[in-house]
């Protein structure tokens, strides 16, 4: 009759085992759904964006702006979350890049709308394009160090990962432009914004189509 008992003891260990790991990826594959809804809303809002400047509200352009980086946060988490398995430095880089870069354009953006109502002088509103633009090359960075591991592994399609590069040729030929280095052509807009809307936009798909793993097999 004891002798049955460390078989007993060695499956209660597991089955709890089994329902802890359960549990974790369930909450994980939450997050990551999360993240793709975010993903979709950042799109829309940024979208909104581009329409409310182009029609000369510049007030509600920086509204949808500021809702794009309030969103973009938790869904470069599930991004971040989905690709964490490969246990990659270069993911947890990419990742501090990104929250440093949204930050930076958080601040940009609520400076503008300061601005707008009369909040703030005008004179620190031009600083604010300081914040900005930093936090415009750290997301590039961490587009690239995220599309670098996309392509290193196999998690997701690899087409995510070039597509992740197209945006940081595009913002890399962008700021040479405004910066006169390239002379001639017109700033790139359209393709900066047009690709990294794709790219979020595919990070909102993989995130969303995330199947549950299966649990480990029970002890009998």
């Not at 971040?80 to 870069?101: D, I, K, W």
């Amino acid at each position: 009759m004891g002798a049955g008992r460390p078989d007993v003891t060695v499956a209660h260990n597991y089955q709890e085992l089994a329902t802890a790991w359960e549990v974790a990826t369930m909450g994980n594959i939450r997050l990551v759904r999360v993240g793709g809804i975010c993903a979709i809303l950042a799109v829309l809002s940024g979208i909104l964006a581009r329409i409310f400047f182009d029609s000369g509200d510049l007030v509600m352009g920086h509204w949808f702006d500021l809702l794009y980086g309030l969103f973009i946060i938790p869904a470069v988490l599930g991004f971040y979350q989905l690709l964490r398995r490969e246990g990659n430095v270069m993911l947890t880089l990419g990742l501090a890049s990104f929250v440093v870069g949204i930050m930076g354009s958080l601040f940009h953006e609520s400076v503008r709308l300061a601005v707008s109502y009369e909040l703030v002088s005008a004179a620190f509103g031009e600083v604010s394009w300081i914040g900005g633009g930093v936090g415009g090359l750290f997301i590039v960075i961490g587009v690239l160090l995220f599309s670098v591991v996309i392509l290193r592994t196999s998690v997701v399609a690899h087409w995510i990962g070039w597509t992740g590069l197209i945006v940081v040729v595009a913002h890399v030929v962008l700021g040479l432009v405004l910066f006169g280095v390239i002379e001639g052509i017109r700033p790139p807009w359209l393709i900066v914004l047009g690709s990294l809307m794709v790219w979020v936009l595919a990070m909102a798909v993989v995130m969303l189509r995330l199947k549950e793993p299966v649990a480990p097999d029970s002890v009998a």
